[in-house]
């Protein structure tokens, strides 16, 4: 008998890879935080003596899922300010509220929130953007998830930076040789969109990332009142001038990409830049429905995010999968486009492969960290069963997550936090809450006087 941490044995398990499998009765084993079989639940019984045994009947194992885009602080501004296109949500409310607002505390308690709701709703892994990313790997580090963390690059000064160069610097030292050897945290460049960095800023940014051979993320083609506003400016696409300032390739993440030409596909295919689709976010700021179809079918890698809490509002993957296929089948007017298997890999291997952790996370295999999340199905919104694979994307919801591991670490068990005071992080949401909306009413007071 060999010894192992813990066995899982769920009632069904879905891989990833290969792709479409649905094992029947099989088990995990895992050991030191890797996966080290996938085997007939039988012959694991037989060849393991578990140090703790998790028996799931009725429930589907699958791969941690990867949320490839957020500003999870912004978990805080939830609701804060919504029906407004994205320009006037932006600067009439969104930077005039982070203004007043953002600092080291409001990021440590913003994230912390984003992360216990990302757990309960199956994600192991996050993408992040925003300021004070130290305090952002030092919380995540802290609660055990994964995450790239990306430091912001904006041009004028924040309540975190004084200029790009400064953003560049601070990312470097606080982030970058910090966690250079993190086994759950790495770290990327963010700059926020073209226009908020100038040609030489990028020119720096890129210098540094492929210095540190760290990933690029910024929001890009996101609505067409961007495009036309660089078209203005620069004379460009803002791809186009991305491309000119030699940005484009595959150590770059396209954040929403929902207005793209086909040469502009076929430009982000051959130089191997993944997409992080942002379905529910590009519904409710009205941006547009990107055509995944046609990016799938042109080999672009698509991953999935949910964007902020204030432009979502949630940070739930399950929605994410579901709308990411629908909405693909009605822009192509074809049921058969963004399959349910298609869909939950974008969640997964999409994920892990934007973020370059592709041969780490993203699917149950052998040597991959344990980073999994099981799911009920015998619950009335997934029953009957005939197919689980379809029944997770199409019917299922996140408040069906039973338990969560990350590299091994059993976070969520019966569908509780282990590691975290629930009440204490709701608790310091509650005083957010009252701060701010204490601020906001005394200031319209002020100006009706
Ligand atoms: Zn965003």
Not at 180 to 206: K, N, Q, W, Y
Not at 271 to 297: D, E, F, M, W
Not at 339 to 356: E, Q, V
């Amino acid at each position: 008998m060999q010894q192992c941490d813990t066995l899982i044995l769920p009632g069904w398990c879905i891989p990833v890879e290969p792709d479409s499998q649905v094992l029947t009765d099989h088990a995990v084993a895992i050991d030191d935080g890797r996966i080290v079989d996938v085997l007939p639940a039988r012959t694991a019984r037989q060849t393991y003596k578990p140090g703790s045994v998790i028996d799931r009947p009725g429930h589907v194992l699958i791969p941690g899922l990867i949320n490839a885009h957020t500003h999870a602080a912004m978990t805080l501004f939830r609701g804060f300010a919504d029906d407004l296109p994205l320009e006037r949500w932006l600067r009439e409310r969104i930077w005039p509220v982070e203004k007043r607002w953002v600092s080291a505390e409001m990021v440590r308690d913003g994230t912390r929130h984003a992360i216990a709701e990302m757990l309960l709703g199956g994600t192991t892994c996050f993408s992040d953007q925003y300021f004070f990313p130290e305090i952002v790997a030092e919380t995540a580090a802290a609660m055990h998830v994964r995450a790239m963390v990306g430091t912001p690059v904006i041009n004028f000064p924040t309540p975190w930076a004084n200029s790009a160069s400064d953003c560049l610097a601070r990312g470097t030292d606080l982030v970058h040789d910090r966690y250079a050897e993190h086994a759950l945290i790495s770290s990327c460049f963010a700059p926020h969109s073209v226009d908020t960095v100038s040609d030489a800023g990028f020119a720096e940014l890129r210098i540094m990332a492929d210095q540190l051979d760290v990933r690029v993320q910024i929001h890009l083609h996101e609505s067409q009142a961007e495009i036309a506003a660089s078209l203005k400016s620069t004379g460009l696409r803002p791809l186009e001038r991305l491309s000119a300032l030699g940005l484009v390739n595959s150590s770059l993440l396209v954040v929403h990409g929902v207005h793209l030409d086909a040469a502009e596909i076929s430009q982000l295919s051959a130089a191997r830049v993944s997409i992080a689709h942002c379905p529910r976010s590009n519904l409710k700021l009205a941006s547009g429905i990107a055509p995944i179809a046609r990016y799938v079918t042109g080999g672009i890698n698509i991953s999935l995010g949910t964007d902020g809490a204030a432009s979502n509002n949630a940070l739930d993957l399950f929605d994410e999968m579901k709308t990411a296929a629908l909405l693909a089948k009605a822009i192509a007017q074809d049921a058969t486009v963004v399959p349910a298997a298609l869909a939950l890999r974008m969640a997964t291997m999409g994920g892990a492969t934007a973020l370059g952790l592709a041969d780490n996370v993203g699917s149950i295999e052998k040597g991959k960290w344990a980073d999994l999340t099981c799911v009920d199905l015998q619950h009335f919104r997934s029953l009957p069963l005939y197919d689980p694979l379809s029944q997770l994307v199409y019917a299922a919801g996140s408040q069906q997550v039973c338990d969560v591991w990350v590299a091994g670490r059993h976070l969520v068990e019966n569908a509780e936090l282990t590691q975290v005071d629930r009440n204490e992080v709701l608790a310091r949401t509650s005083e957010w809450q009252r701060r701010i909306a204490s601020r906001t009413a005394e200031k319209r007071n002020e100006q009706q006087r």
